[in-house]
């Protein structure tokens, strides 16, 4: 998006077909209503104003489904990694008690869990081959769509020396939780400043946190694209 802003909201084809429109139930946005009375100084409101190169708005259809993406995206995966973090940390005491005598180490800590169990499933977002790819091993053909297995990555012998064991001080730790290429995660920063930020907190205010059952029976929310805990039960 082009970052000159008109001073008002374009109008939107407040009469987008509906068959462009996500249900209702999803965005609680009914037909043919605006999606904002007014645009404020946030990040939907931008997007609403900004144009692309050619001074063209964003359509009606892609600002829900952008609004969409932005909060399952940014909040969802980020939410759901803390408590996948923090149960990673908490299943093996040595874990805590070596963040807990060395704070240098959260940095490369989150990275490590990142790479570990990256967000549950670690499925990867689809790609589609316009042209013939060639991998050791194997062609991809032009035309095939392939799920890229990050979690298998993440733990390739030849990347990482003893990948299966978690290792809080691994550095470098190229992982891909984040994805990889153009359309790697727009939001990873945000997520590597907020998981940062809760694991020193966590660490300074709540230092006897512990696990209240043991690791083998926390339960994932299972049939999602992560696969976050269902609920993370501690004592402190
Ligand atoms: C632990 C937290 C997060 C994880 C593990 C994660 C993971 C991912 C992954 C694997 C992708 C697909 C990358 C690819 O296809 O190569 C992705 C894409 C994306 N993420 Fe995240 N993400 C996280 C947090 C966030 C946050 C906080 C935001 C926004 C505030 C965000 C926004 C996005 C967006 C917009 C995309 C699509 C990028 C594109 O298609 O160009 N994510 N994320």
Do not use: K
Not at 76 to 86: K, L, P, S, Y
Not at 96 to 101: F, N, V, Y
Not at 130 to 155: F, I, K, S, Y
């Amino acid at each position: 998006m082009a970052d000159a802003a008109p001073a008002t909201a374009p109008s939107y084809p407040l009469t987008a077909p509906a068959a462009l429109e996500p249900p209702a139930e999803w965005t609680g946005l009914r037909q043919n209503r605006p999606i904002a009375p007014a645009p404020g100084d946030d990040l939907i409101s931008r997007l609403m104003l900004g144009t692309d190169n050619d001074g063209e708005p964003m359509s009606r259809a892609g600002l829900v489904a952008t609004g969409q993406a932005l909060l399952l995206a940014g909040h969802e995966t980020t939410a759901g990694f803390i408590a996948m973090m923090t149960a990673h940390l908490l299943a093996d005491r040595t874990r805590w008690e070596r963040l807990l005598a060395d704070r240098s180490l959260i940095r490369a800590a989150v990275e490590e869990v990142l790479r570990f169990d990256p967000n549950g499933s670690g499925f990867g977002m689809l790609r589609y081959a316009h042209e013939d790819v060639e991998l050791p091993g194997a062609l991809v053909p032009e035309g095939t769509t392939v799920v890229c297995g990050m979690a298998a990555a993440n733990r390739d012998e030849r990347a990482w020396d003893q990948p299966d064991t978690m290792d809080l001080s691994r550095t470098p730790n190229p992982h891909l939780a984040f994805g990889a290429g153009p359309h790697s995660c727009l939001g990873q920063p945000l997520a590597r400043t907020e998981l940062q930020a809760v694991l020193g907190v966590l660490l300074r205010r709540l230092p006897t946190l512990a696990l209240a059952v043991e690791p083998g029976q926390l339960r994932r929310h299972e049939g999602m694209l992560t696969t976050p805990l269902r609920e993370l039960p501690v004592t402190w």
